[in-house]
């Protein structure tokens, strides 16, 4: 079973899981667990790419603010590359 990820209305990418044949067969509750998880994916690429999340602050540690973990500046790198 495989899902969207998507970012400014295009897909970026997709979540797949995939089963063992002795186990049983995806359900619509699986289809809905599945589905949130893409929505959740995709809101959270659309808020790392936003920059909202990311660190002005060039110290090498990563710093709470408002009980969002900021990324450091290699961290938000790396995500970005990730992200393209």
Sequence with gaps: M?????SNGQL???IALTRD????AFN????????????HMSTRLATLR??????TNTQPTAVQVFGT??????????AELVAQ
Aim: charged share 20%.
């Design 50 to 55: 936003s920059g909202s999340v990311f660190s």
């Design 69 to 78: 973990p900021r990324l450091t500046p290699r961290e938000r790198q790396i």
């Design 21 to 24: 044949r002795d186990q049983p």
């Design 12 to 14: 970026v990418g997709g």
């Design 28 to 39: 619509a509750q699986n289809l809905a667990d599945l589905s949130a998880l893409c929505l």
């Design 2 to 6: 495989t899902g969207p990820v998507v």
